[in-house]
Nanobody, 115 residues
Framework: QVQLMESGGDLVQPGGSLRLSCAAS????????MGWYRQAPGKEREFVAE???????NYRNSVKDRFTISRDNTGSAVYLQMNSLKDEDTAVYFC?????????WGQGTQVTVSS
């Protein structure tokens, strides 16, 4: 059984920074793409960033040049460094990982950007 646990969400002022972490535990093998989605109140869940197995990173346009996705050397953790945060970045952020051909999701961590 694989579980993902996010951390790092917080209340931050516009222009501030946060680093989200997502750690996988359990039977971890054949780790594939991993990344982050977010869901704001009253809106659908949307793609934020993805890190492919070969190291290629993709971002939604609105976060390019502000967010950076990375992973640890073991492939069991993924991070999202968020800089220059804006009000519209407020959402619950969910991490996902493809492990052993299956997709796993975390429970989400709240990011609130407000003055």
């Amino acid at each position: 059984q694989v579980q993902l646990m996010e951390s790092g969400g917080d209340l931050v002022q516009p222009g501030g920074s946060l680093r989200l972490s997502c750690a996988a535990s359990g039977n971890i093998f054949s780790v594939g793409p991993m990344g982050w989605y977010r869901q704001a109140p009253g809106k659908e869940r949307e793609f934020v960033a993805e890190l492919r197995s070969g190291g290629t990173a993709n971002y939604r346009n609105s976060v390019k040049d502000r967010f950076t996705i990375s992973r640890d050397n073991t492939g069991s953790a993924v991070y999202l460094q968020m800089n220059s945060l804006k009000d519209e970045d407020t959402a619950v952020y969910f991490c996902y990982m493809m492990i052993g051909g299956n997709s796993y999701w975390g429970q989400g961590t709240q990011v609130t950007v407000s003055s």
